[in-house]
């Protein structure tokens, strides 16, 4: 049970370039999300979705797209990467248990762009 | 727009004295989670607090919740160097559309010496 798998572990881009981090979960949850972690500032939500076939935004959408596959799997899209966007990136899956969400994270993908 | 403040950020202990970090929050929440992130890995689910006057403790950690004034406290009782970590405390949107998403604290950087 291999729980929230991210694709690359690292990654460095240059300005402009493009790029997808890959997500995948295999405990069957509805919700999954996209966080980035920058020092100082704890994890920021990018965008989420709450069942297959739908996704949002969240508190810090520019610059990035996602897709919703199937419901194992959520990938984020950087179109045109900035030096902004170098960060720290982590998914996350969501279950239900007793009453409160438990976000069960990937292991980071840390984003470097030149 | 609910903001998640943690203080203090950066936190110096040395073992087997006790130490407080303290969470505030913005808007109504029944929902606190404390997370541990050891460097360079992903976050571990320590704690999920869902009602007023909620206390979990787990070996040296302590964590409890008070909604009223919407405060979450986690408490380090004689501190070993194994507690090193980061520690960010994050909070759930509250209504039906709330899918699961957290606000995260900007983390406390948690550092255990003889």
């Known amino acids: 049970n291999a729980g929230v798998t991210q694709t690359p572990k690292f990654q460095v881009l240059k300005t402009g370039q493009s790029m997808t981090l890959q997500c995948a979960q295999d405990m069957n949850h509805n919700s999954m999300y996209w966080y980035r972690q920058d020092p100082g500032m704890g994890l920021r939500l990018i965008y989420y979705?709450?069942?297959?076939?739908?996704?949002d935004k969240g508190e810090v959408p520019n610059g990035y797209n996602v897709s919703r596959l199937n419901k194992r799997e959520f990938s984020l899209r950087l179109e045109s990467a900035a030096p902004s966007q170098t960060s720290v990136y982590f998914c996350?899956?969501?279950?239900?248990?007793?009453?409160?969400?438990?976000?069960?994270f990937g292991a980071g993908s840390r984003l470097t762009v030149l | 727009e609910l903001k998640v403040e943690q203080n203090p950020l950066f936190l110096s202990m040395q073992e087997g004295k006790n130490y407080t970090i303290y969470c505030n929050y913005s808007t109504t929440s029944d929902r606190l989670y404390w997370y541990r992130q050891d460097p360079g890995k992903s976050l571990e689910s320590l704690f999920v607090l869902l009602s007023n006057g909620a206390v979990k403790q787990e070996g040296r950690l302590m964590a409890s919740l008070d909604t009223k004034a919407r405060l979450s406290t986690l408490h380090i009782t004689a501190a070993v160097h194994d507690l090193s970590a980061t520690y960010f405390c994050?909070?759930?949107?509250?209504?039906?559309?709330?899918?699961?998403?957290?606000?995260f604290g900007q983390g406390t950087i948690l550092t255990v010496h003889p």
């Open positions: 979705s709450a069942s297959e076939g739908t996704t």
């Open positions: 994050a909070v759930g949107h509250a209504g039906g559309t709330s899918y699961g998403k957290l606000t």
């Open positions: 996350a899956s969501n279950s239900w248990v007793a009453g409160a969400n438990v976000l069960t």
